[in-house]
């Protein structure tokens, strides 16, 4: 097999024209160019030189091999730079996962950037629920993804996985514009026992979060109407259906329909990215998403980076 090191070698010893010359321009002693094209030679089974007591002739042989070695070269060392684009992160493919509101509000600002500062790094998009999520990070069908929590529902993700937060949310409570509680900046929960709810579907963390709210105040919220798309319950709320209580990125701003703080009620809903570690690619994937966070903390009030470090998932 022949050795990419002899034909780069070989290649500098026809160009210089001598091994020493060769050797000044390699950075090694005039010795080891002799030995490399006396191992070179024998991988070929041919003289490449002819031998002088000053001079060196190169054979019709090591004129091929020259002639070959240059795009074999090349190409070797466009694969080396691929390679080391690789380690870098600059070069390949990130799998990506997300949740829908993320993929509307935060990753078309984070993903903008990466493709600009990572061109030559193919990104793909899979969208589904932490609980969907989770199992391909692990299973090595993703590279990273977007999840979230609600305080009152704690979860911790498995602890073989990198947790860096992004964003905490507010929830904010959507109410007709005519109902009576309109003008209010801030409702309480005891104030809303007679009312009907629109939320997330049962099973899901907002329809616990809700729930797990309630319970402090004494009821258990009566929800006529489910959907896990935001447009869906904002719709129904502006209809005068019921009320709804979402988390600040789900909400953008429509007539018909106004927004309250709920009082004495600190819970959020905290967005963070995770990952195995396995992939370059995604340490600039993860900057570019904590500068898209950044900047929609600075245009929302209701939204502010998360105060968490990268740590261990679960801690």
């Not at 070929?44 to 060196?56: N, S, Y």
């Not at 799998?95 to 993320?102: M, V």
């Not at 979230?148 to 992004?166: F, H, S, T």
């Not at 964003?167 to 209010?184: K, R």
Request: aromatic share 4%.
């Amino acid at each position: 097999m022949l050795n990419p090191l002899h034909l780069r070698t070989l290649t500098a010893v026809l160009n210089a024209g001598s091994f020493a010359a060769a050797a000044r321009r390699l950075g090694y002693t005039a010795s080891a160019v002799s030995q490399q094209i006396a191992a070179l030679e024998r991988a070929v089974r041919m003289p490449l030189f002819e031998r002088g007591a000053q001079t060196i002739t190169p054979t019709p042989a090591a004129r091929y091999l020259v002639s070959r070695a240059y795009d074999v070269l090349a190409a070797l060392d466009a694969l080396e730079e691929d390679v080391r684009g690789m380690s870098e992160g600059t070069i390949g493919r990130l799998r990506l996962g997300s949740f829908p509101t993320a993929s509307q509000r935060l990753l078309p600002i984070a993903l903008a950037s990466y493709a600009g500062t990572h061109p030559s790094v193919e990104t793909v998009l899979d969208e589904g629920e932490p609980d969907e999520l989770i199992p391909l990070l692990r299973a090595g069908e993703l590279d990273l993804a977007l999840v979230y929590r609600y305080d009152p529902v704690p979860r911790a993700w498995p602890r073989d996985l990198q947790e860096i937060g992004l964003l905490e949310e507010e929830l904010l409570l959507l109410l007709p514009g005519g109902h009576s509680l309109a003008a209010a900046e801030t409702v309480a929960l005891d104030d809303l026992k007679q009312e009907t709810w629109v939320s997330t579907r049962e099973g899901t963390a907002g329809a616990s979060c809700l729930r797990r709210l309630c319970a402090p105040a004494g009821y258990e919220p009566r929800v006529d109407y489910r959907s896990n798309d935001y447009g869906v319950i904002r719709g129904l709320v502006r209809s005068g259906l019921g009320v709804a209580l979402v988390p600040a990125l789900a909400h953008v701003p429509s007539q018909g329909v106004v927004t309250a703080r709920l009082s004495g009620v600190e819970a959020r809903r905290r967005i963070a990215a995770v990952h195995r570690g396995t992939n370059p690619a995604v340490t600039g994937a993860v900057w570019s998403l904590c500068q898209a966070a950044a900047r929609l903390a600075a245009e929302l009030p209701s939204v502010r980076t998360s105060s968490a470090t990268p740590t261990k998932s679960g801690a």
